[in-house]
């Protein structure tokens, strides 16, 4: 095995860093934050709103009216949408 030289203090990386991810405001979001971003549905986000109506088979009304309801929780939301 051929030995490495040693990096520099500043191109060290730690172990939190493998796992997360920058951010457009600079911030890091880590494995955690990004699962518990996947559990909300953003009823003002386009997007979120869209593929939740496709995976579900129901309009993005229908979504819309289940996050006011429900609240942004996936599970709720999914929920009131199956109560339908």
Do not use: C
Not at 37 to 57: M, S
Not at 62 to 78: D, L, M, P, Q, Y
């Amino acid at each position: 095995m051929r030995d490495l030289p040693e990096l520099p203090e500043s191109r060290r990386v730690s172990p939190a860093d493998v796992h997360s991810k920058e951010r457009p405001d600079g911030k890091k979001q880590t494995p955690r934050g990004r699962a518990q971003d996947r559990a909300r549905v953003a009823g003002g986000q386009d997007h979120e709103v869209n593929y939740e109506a496709t995976k579900e088979g129901v309009s993005k009304d229908t979504v819309k009216k289940a996050v006011k309801r429900a609240g942004n929780s996936r599970k709720k939301v999914e929920a009131q949408i199956g109560r339908h």
